[in-house]
């Protein structure tokens, strides 16, 4: 393990230290915060977790963390984001997918929801749970993470700054010439969405509300090491 390896872990340390320790108060805030702005959490749990995910994936693919042109920063800004668009999402899903199912079984309207919204576990909930995931993830996962490789581009072709991310996007060349297309269908999304994100977002869906958007963005961390370890290290 290198020097940079070991600072990580410190840091790790100290960020995850007052969780566990109940007198400094910080779970009961982190609790309360996620409860009462739940669009900015997200904005900050994605940006630091997802982040690190990618930097986890850049160390196992090249040896280093950080290296230019990467931009942490335009990619922290890129995740905080997209961890708000994905936080209206699961609100989004969560509500309709259980009202949808209502109108194809012939449920009495709030049922399934109230079974879904229900604290303790039931095989009724994991069901409903894990119809949810599916259809998130069906339809609105694609296009995050298509979206969200076109950013990586864009930052990269901009010397990772934060005026280059500002920039306007060439989306069409970005689409057309650009993007791995191999990688990002047979990989990103026809392998990782069904095989990962269908029942991990099952497990998500089941989680107090206040832990959801956190397990997504640890799942970003997870997601990153799994895409660095299929795609082969360099160092």
Not at 1 to 9: E, N, Q, R, S, V
Not at 65 to 87: C, D, E, Q, S, T
Not at 172 to 193: A, F, G, P
Request: hydrophobic share 55%.
């Amino acid at each position: 393990m290198k020097k940079a390896d070991w600072i990580l872990i410190l840091c790790v340390i100290i960020v995850l230290a007052p969780f566990f320790i109940p007198a400094t108060g910080f779970f009961a805030w982190f609790c309360n915060a996620t409860a009462s702005h739940p669009y900015i959490m997200a904005f900050f749990k994605f940006a630091i977790l997802a982040t690190l995910g990618e930097m986890l994936a850049l160390r196992i693919r090249e040896g280093v963390y950080n290296k230019k042109g990467f931009g942490v920063l335009p990619r922290m800004i890129v995740w905080g984001f997209l961890g708000m668009a994905i936080a209206m999402s699961m609100v989004i899903f969560k509500v309709g997918v259980p009202a949808f199912l209502e109108t194809v079984g012939g449920c009495d309207k709030g049922t399934l929801a109230a079974i879904f919204n229900a604290s303790e576990f039931s095989w009724g909930k994991l069901g409903i749970a894990f119809a949810v995931s599916v259809l998130m993830n069906s339809i609105f996962a694609p296009v995050m993470m298509t979206f969200h490789k076109c950013t990586d581009i864009h930052i990269t072709d901009n010397g990772g700054t934060v005026r280059g991310l500002l920039r306007p996007m060439k989306m069409r060349e970005i689409m057309s010439t650009k993007v791995n297309w191999d990688v990002q269908w047979n990989l990103v999304i026809k392998k990782t969405i069904p095989l990962f994100w269908f029942p991990m977002h099952t497990i998500t869906f089941i989680l107090p509300p206040t832990f959801q958007v956190l397990f997504a963005a640890l799942l970003g961390v997870a997601l990153g090491l799994i895409l660095a370890l299929a795609g082969g290290s360099r160092k």
